[in-house]
């Protein structure tokens, strides 16, 4: 595409499509009180863009399915493992690559043979599942994520970094066993937010010197690389791929879930350079998940991994879809909508808990607005606050999380400038009304990850 023209188009031409559903208000609104306003529970065709979750949600390449077409099936030393391993060594640089069925198996995985018991878990922010997981070995899970990465309006280039000096205090306290750290690319609890090359370096640095091993949760890589060379000038002519492998070269090892960056609809691995620990991770994998060589996957998903992850490096996706993200961000924050500033990798996060000042975090202000902008015109996106991250306080109370938002996770690939446009028409006219938006109260919820099952009603 020559310079002369600003406008950044989709770097594809679509292939096949799907319909969409068209409902009315009605019809929503009997499907919010069937699901007791959890929108987890809503049918796909009672959704009109589907916000959820970029997890596993994007379109794949024709040439990705083509390269399912070549699956080869052997339970044991299939040539798409072969070929699925050499993909991901080149990216990562890793020797010891085991398959899983997505991210959060790698992680049940990893924390299983590292995380005993009263050991503690830094990262700049845990996902949902990664802390679940930490914590389900008995273990705490710490966010370190630095200040600015806290406030929604702060405009920091990277506010994904770990906080190096409060991880150095964590890592020289006596009283705390730290089995491993981990830093979360893009961070996606905290924004989508980048993570830079000088940080990671530091976080490197600091395990390196204490013997701790470093993990990244590297579902984003590609989208993190982007904003290095973006962002950070001592990267500006490397190329996504270049920049990927040095994230990788710092870190002893990484969880992935192949539903974000791989380019997958499912799959993930875990990969690491120690021999040792792979082979007590395999023993397990062969529990739960499979024979090393497919780790439940399919000798298709392989194929199809394996593409995927030499497409996302590509210069041309990544700048489109970097650039689709913000557009989705500048059309609302231009509106008066108050989002996480900058925009995020993957989605655009809105901040309930200005919007919805009137509310108070034990009516969990994210919550109204996701089910309200679903009411009001069938985009659904996924609450980022009390309820998936309230935690139980002393006096039987729950201690907020840090921010109320709501995500809008934008699928791989999927939707074009026009759906972008109606989901910006829909959150700016929702926000119009944000003061009329009653709050909610959590009637049943399960002891884990929460959100996925709890049931809610109106205030
Ligand atoms: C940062 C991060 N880590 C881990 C996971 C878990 O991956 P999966 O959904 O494939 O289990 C996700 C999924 O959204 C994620 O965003």
Redesign the pocket.
């Known amino acids: 595409m020559t310079d002369r023209f600003r406008t950044i188009i989709e770097p594809f031409r679509i292939h096949s499509v799907e319909d969409i559903a068209l409902t009315d208000i009605d019809q929503r609104e009997a499907a919010l009180r069937r699901v007791r306003y959890n929108l987890f529970g809503l049918h796909a065709d009672e959704v009109t863009i589907d916000l959820l979750?970029d997890?596993?949600t994007g379109s794949m390449s024709s040439s990705q399915w083509a390269g399912m077409m070549l699956g080869d099936e052997s339970y044991a030393g299939s040539r798409s493992f072969f070929r699925f391993k050499e993909a991901v060594e080149r990216l990562t640089g890793m020797p010891e690559v085991i398959p899983t069925h997505?991210?959060?198996?790698a992680?049940r995985i990893l924390f299983t043979e590292t995380v005993s018991s009263g050991a503690t878990v830094p990262n700049n922010t845990h996902?949902d599942?990664?802390r679940a997981n930490v914590e389900y070995q008995g273990g705490e899970a710490i966010d370190l994520v630095t200040p600015e990465g806290l406030d929604p309006e702060n405009r920091d280039p990277f506010k994904g970094n770990m906080d190096l000096e409060r991880l150095e205090v964590s890592l020289d306290d006596p009283s705390t066993t730290i089995p491993l750290v981990m830093v979360?690319v893009t961070n996606?609890?905290g924004g989508g937010q980048p993570v830079s090359m000088a940080n990671l370096r530091g976080v490197s640095s600091l395990c390196q010197k204490r013997g701790v091993p470093f993990f990244l949760?590297a579902?984003?890589f590609a989208e993190n690389a982007w904003f290095v060379k973006m962002r950070e000038p001592e990267f500006e002519s490397h190329t996504p791929a270049a920049i990927a492998a040095e994230m990788f070269s710092l870190a002893d090892g990484c969880?992935f879930?192949a539903?974000?960056d791989g380019l997958a609809n499912i799959g993930?691995f875990l990969a690491m350079r120690d021999p040792e620990l792979a082979e007590r991770c395999r023993n397990l994998l062969i529990l739960t998940e499979g024979f090393p060589t497919y780790g439940g996957l399919a000798g298709y998903d392989l194929e199809a991994i394996a593409q995927g992850l030499e497409e996302v490096v590509s210069e041309s996706y990544l700048r489109y879809r970097i650039r689709s993200t913000e557009y989705l961000a500048e059309k609302m924050s231009a509106a008066g909508v108050p989002i996480v500033q900058p925009p995020g990798g993957h989605a655009v996060y809105l901040d309930a808990k200005r919007l919805m000042s009137h509310l108070s975090p034990e009516q969990y202000p994210a919550q109204a607005l996701a089910v309200e902008i679903y009411r009001t015109g069938g985009v659904r996106g996924v609450e980022i606050g009390s309820v998936m991250f309230g935690q139980p306080g002393p006096n039987g109370d729950e201690v907020p999380a840090p921010m109320e938002l709501v995500r809008l996770a934008i699928p791989r690939r999927t939707y074009t400038q026009s759906h972008i446009d109606y989901v910006a028409e829909v959150v700016i006219d929702t926000a119009a009304r944000a003061r009329e938006i009653p709050g909610y109260r959590i009637t049943y919820q399960a002891p884990w990850l929460r959100h996925f099952t709890a049931e809610f009603e109106p205030i």
Do not use: I, V
């Open positions: 979750t997890s596993g997505q991210g959060r198996a992680e996902f599942t990664t979360t996606n609890s949760d579902c984003r969880t879930s539903k974000k993930g």
